[in-house]
């Protein structure tokens, strides 16, 4: 994946192979929609320059992000995402993905491991 612009420190898979989060130094999280891959772009997946037909949306942290985990249950029309950030705080996020189109992620819950 080229989609990130330093280390990706975590991959997590959604239950049905139809998602895959990445999170990464660059301090952010990519959702990335591979329902298709073997049917569209299956030979693609080796080249650096087609990630635009994988990616879905990126939520955005202040710092290093070391881990993203899916909910291991969803709707069909969102993703429940939790991710730990290098600033001691775990977020969980929903990921509106009826539409791949429009997707909209937002932080939903924000708290220190400090605490």
Known sequence: MSGHNDLIHDLDWSWDDRFLVSASADGRVC?????DREQE???????????????????YH?????G????????????????I?????????????EDLELPQCSCKLEMSIED
């Open 31 to 35: 959702v990335w929609n591979l329902q």
């Open 41 to 59: 772009h299956g030979d693609s997946l080796n080249y650096h320059n087609n990630d635009h037909l994988y990616f879905v949306a990126e939520m």
């Open 62 to 66: 202040p710092t290093f992000v070391y």
């Open 68 to 83: 993203a985990r899916l909910h291991p249950k969803r709707d069909d029309a969102n993703l429940y995402i939790a991710t």
């Open 85 to 97: 950030c290098y600033d001691k705080k775990v977020r969980i996020w929903k990921c509106e993905v």
